[in-house]
C-alpha cells in the first residue's frame, strides 16, 4: 500500500522527477514542490515560533534557500528532510536572537525502540472519543512549553512520521539523541498533565513502547 499517495503526499519518483525538473528550470514543477510540501513546513515552523508573521516569514525564506542552492540537492534524501532542515536552521536563528533557545542536549537515558506511528494511532487506546480529543488537545498545547530541540523532535516525529536517522538530519545530531529527546520530552509532558490525567495517562502511548 502506498501510503504516501494515500494521504496526497509525493512519492519518492515523483519528487525526484519534479526536483529534476526544477533543476531545469521547469517553473512549474517547483510549484507542484512548493505546493506539496508548504503547508506541512508552516505547521512546523508555526509550532517552533509561534508567530504568524515570523512562520511565513521563515517558510518563503526557507523555501527561497532550498530553490536557490537546488543544483546541489542530493538525491539520497527526501526533499522534506533537506526542507525542513533549512528551516529549523532559519527557527534557531530566531529563537536565539529570542533568547528562547535552551542547549539542553545532555540526555542519559537512550529508548532504543525508533518506531514511529500515525498520530491517529498514539490515542487508540483511550475508548471515549471525547476524551480522547481532550487529551489530544492538552497534549499538543503542552508540546509548545518544551525545550526548541525537544519541540522540533516530536513535531516531526508525531506530525511528519520521520524516523529518528531523518531527524537526526534535519537537527543535525544523531539519532541516539533523537531517542533520548522522544523519551525526555514524553517525560515531561507526562509530567505537565499528571493533574489532568491521573488515571487516563496510562492508557495514552506516544507511539514506542517503553
Partial sequence: MNTEADNGRLTPSEEKDLISRAQRGCQTSARELIAAHQDRLHAFIWR???NDHDAEEICQDAFLRAFQSLDKFDFQYRFSTWLFT???RICLNLLRKRKDFSGDMDFSIVETDGRSRAESDV???VANSDEARRLKDLIWESVEDLT???RATVLLFYKEGMSCQ?????LEIPAATVKSHLHRARARLKGML???LVEDWSQVRFGMSG
Fill in 194 to 196: 499528571e493533574r489532568h
Fill in 123 to 125: 490515542y487508540e487506546e
Fill in 148 to 150: 526548541p530541540q525537544q
Fill in 86 to 88: 533549512i528551516g529549523y
Fill in 48 to 50: 517552533m515560533v509561534r
Fill in 166 to 170: 531523518d531527524i537526526g538530519t534535519v
